[in-house]
Nanobody
Framework: VQLQASGGGLVQPGGSPRLSCAAS????????IGWFRQTPGNVREWVSC????????DYTESVKGRFAISRDYAKNTLYLQMNSLKPEDTAVYYC?????????????????WGQGTQVTVSS
């Protein structure tokens, strides 16, 4: 299983970049897939996820209403549309996936990680 994230870069506050994550295999291989981020202060936090079984989505509170996660099942590619970016969204964003349910882990445990893509929000 491999995850390949892309789409980061330098973005002005208020910008709207879209991150992509190309996943190997079949969408049915994954129980859940989503995004984590690691801030310049090395704080790692879960951002958003999609449950492959029922399509439900979830977001961390700080991005609700600004970020939207989606998935192209034909291409087995995950997206994170990021809107109204703030400097505090600056982080390395990682695509992650679970092959099974992890009890107590919420939407996404992060069993498998791809390489990160840097998003820097600055004027």
């Amino acid at each position: 299983v491999q995850l390949q994230a892309s789409g980061g870069g330098l973005v002005q506050p208020g910008g709207s970049p879209r991150l992509s994550c190309a996943a190997s295999g079949s969408p049915s291989d994954y129980y859940a897939i989503g995004w984590f981020r690691q801030t310049p202060g090395n704080v790692r936090e879960w951002v958003s996820c999609i449950n492959s079984r029922d399509g439900s989505t979830d977001y961390t509170e700080s991005v609700k209403g600004r970020f939207a996660i989606s998935r192209d099942y034909a291409k087995n590619t995950l997206y994170l549309q990021m809107n109204s970016l703030k400097p505090e969204d600056t982080a390395v964003y990682y695509c992650a996936a679970d092959l099974r349910r992890y009890k107590g882990a919420g939407c996404l445990f992060g069993e498998i990680w791809g390489q990160g893509t840097q998003v820097t929000v600055s004027s």
